[in-house]
């Protein structure tokens, strides 16, 4: 039978849209102030956003979902999840290798150590952040329902950039293409969806998320005028009625689980990206924008009710050069290719041109509510402890060429044609401030071996040898 469901906007400043959509999934909505996320495309319990600037007493979050997608910055969010799960002791559901079956859709049992659990309470998992393609019915199957779910997007030009320096070799449309430019120019006559690793050169965080794909159509030669190509982070006048952000729509599905795709002749491809956002909405209570990334930590601290100590951090994985390209993209400065080159790729990754400026939007009302000059002192807080704990930890008090990295368990996995930047820590340094620097600078791979052992460590004493590093993807 078909369900309705009422969606509460975040960054609404408490104000409900009351929009209402009926899907045909053959579920049904729990009602009340304990409704739950149930299997498959179903709503969670809104979003209620805190009273601003007040303070507020709370507990610290501990039970978190973090979607970590690819080229966003998510390396760096994992490290603090890393920092913070292992320091207060709590278990995490972890790959048996580096990632959960990727780019295979998410199942329970991937996570090591899984067996299925009735209830909530019996579940052991405090966090699950490692690479997977989302799926919320298998998600739910190993954490529990009230768990904070969040995840981070990126502009798809500054994502592209960094996507084809790093997967070109895994990526069959970007392996025969000459430059991002030459692929961007004609992305036809290198693109066949399906093709292997082709999910890498288009709409890859729709495709983190979990979220079906519309009937494929034809791109029009002529790609369209970049809607807003400098500044992202103004929020919409409150005239916009929530009927030009949601529309009521009707779908149907043959089962619980997220589909694959939709065929349906009136679910046209406006509708059907307002209802992957909708449906985002309604299961994420928070996505960080990459672009914005101290200011989406500071919401996050505030969100988890934990301190700007627990989100400090160096940034992770990132490529030589990212820094500049980055830049680039958000100066209103660019002119002629590059300004074309970012036209051309937003244009071509249209889902997540829509996933982002969305989310863009709901952190700047998100921003707004929590207050501008009090978000401005908290980030410059932010990055001051940041620049100390760089001042005190790091050689060259920044991140290194990887040539410059002789320990193992500091040099970041190399893969794609850019060069991977990492740590080196300074002599001299106090065990007690070691052991912190150490876990501020350890890579993914390297730290998530280390919670591994932690969790499970061996039976019996054998002689230690280095997991093989495999590709993050």
């Known amino acids: 039978t078909a369900w309705t469901m009422r969606l509460w906007r975040p960054g609404s400043l408490g104000v409900a849209l009351g929009v209402f959509?009926?899907?045909?999934?053959?579920?049904?909505?729990?009602?009340?102030?304990?409704?739950?996320?149930?299997?498959?495309?179903?709503?969670?319990?809104?979003?209620?956003?805190?009273?601003?600037?007040?303070v507020k007493s709370c507990l610290p979050r501990q039970r978190l979902v973090f979607l970590k997608t690819?080229?966003?910055?998510?390396?760096?969010?994992?490290?603090?999840?890393?920092?913070?799960?292992?320091?207060?002791?709590?278990?995490?559901?972890?790959p048996t290798h580096y990632q959960f079956g990727y780019p295979k859709l998410f199942q329970a049992s991937k996570v090591k150590g899984y067996h299925p659990q009735s209830s909530d309470t019996k579940k052991?998992?405090?966090?699950?952040?490692?690479?997977?393609?989302?799926?919320?019915?298998?998600?739910?199957?190993?954490?529990?329902?009230?768990?904070?779910?969040?995840?981070i997007v990126r502009d798809p030009a500054a994502?592209?950039?960094?996507?084809?320096?790093?997967?070109?070799?895994?990526?069959?449309?970007?392996?025969?293409?000459?430059?991002?430019?030459?692929?961007?120019?004609?992305?036809?006559?290198?693109?066949?969806?399906?093709g292997r690793g082709n999910h890498y050169a288009r709409n890859l965080l729709w495709f983190d998320f979990g979220l079906p794909f519309?009937?494929?159509?034809?791109?029009?030669?002529?790609?369209?005028?970049?809607?807003?190509?400098?500044?992202?982070?103004?929020?919409?006048?409150?005239?916009?009625?929530?009927?030009?952000?949601?529309?009521?729509?009707?779908?149907?599905?043959?089962?619980?689980?997220?589909?694959?795709?939709?065929a349906s002749s009136d679910f046209g491809p406006s509708s059907f990206i307002q209802w992957g956002l909708a449906w985002l909405d309604s299961v994420f209570d928070l996505v960080m924008v990459a672009e914005y990334f101290d200011e989406s930590l500071v919401l996050l601290a505030d969100a988890l009710c934990w301190s700007?100590?627990?989100?400090?951090?160096?940034?992770?994985?990132?490529?030589?050069?990212?820094?500049?390209?980055?830049s680039a993209v958000n100066q209103s400065t660019v002119k002629g290719e590059d300004q074309q080159l970012t036209a051309r790729a937003r244009a071509w990754n249209n889902l997540d041109w829509a996933l982002y400026t969305h989310f863009n939007r709901?952190?700047?009302?998100?921003i707004e509510q929590y207050g501008q000059s009090r978000l401005q002192r908290a980030v410059a807080e932010l990055r001051a402890r940041r620049e100390a704990l760089a001042k005190r930890c790091l050689m060259g008090?920044?991140?290194?060429?990887?040539?410059?990295?002789?320990?193992?368990?500091?040099?970041?996995?190399?893969?794609?044609?850019?060069?991977?930047?990492?740590?080196?820590?300074?002599?001299?340094?106090?065990?007690?401030?070691r052991e912190e620097c150490e876990r501020l600078a350890t890579p993914e791979l390297q730290y998530k071996d280390k919670l591994d052992a932690k969790q499970f460590p061996p039976t019996v004493s054998l002689p230690l040898k280095t997991s093989r590093l495999l590709p993050p993807y």
């Open 21 to 54: 959509m009926t899907i045909g999934f053959g579920l049904q909505l729990l009602r009340g102030p304990f409704q739950k996320r149930l299997p498959g495309l179903q709503l969670r319990q809104s979003w209620v956003p805190s009273l601003g600037p007040t």
């Open 70 to 94: 690819h080229k966003s910055g998510s390396s760096s969010v994992l490290n603090l999840l890393h920092r913070y799960g292992d320091q207060q002791g709590l278990r995490f559901a972890l």
């Open 124 to 151: 052991p998992f405090h966090i699950l952040c490692h690479h997977m393609r989302f799926n919320l019915k298998e998600v739910l199957q190993v954490m529990p329902s009230d768990s904070f779910f969040f995840s």
């Open 159 to 194: 994502l592209a950039r960094s996507a084809f320096s790093y997967y070109k070799s895994a990526s069959s449309a970007f392996r025969k293409a000459p430059s991002l430019a030459a692929f961007l120019s004609n992305p036809r006559a290198f693109y066949s969806p399906g």
């Open 214 to 262: 519309p009937p494929e159509t034809r791109v029009s030669p002529h790609l369209p005028r970049d809607p807003n190509p400098l500044q992202l982070h103004i929020v919409p006048s409150s005239g916009a009625g929530p009927g030009s952000l949601f529309q009521p729509m009707t779908t149907v599905a043959n089962s619980h689980e997220q589909p694959a795709s939709f």
């Open 308 to 326: 700007l100590d627990d989100v400090v951090g160096f940034m992770h994985n990132a490529q030589a050069g990212s820094k500049q390209r980055l």
């Open 362 to 366: 709901s952190l700047w009302a998100r």
């Open 397 to 433: 008090g920044e991140a290194l060429d990887p040539k410059y990295i002789t320990d193992g368990r500091l040099r970041p996995f190399q893969f794609g044609s850019a060069k991977v930047l990492g740590y080196v820590l300074q002599n001299g340094l106090s065990q007690k401030d």
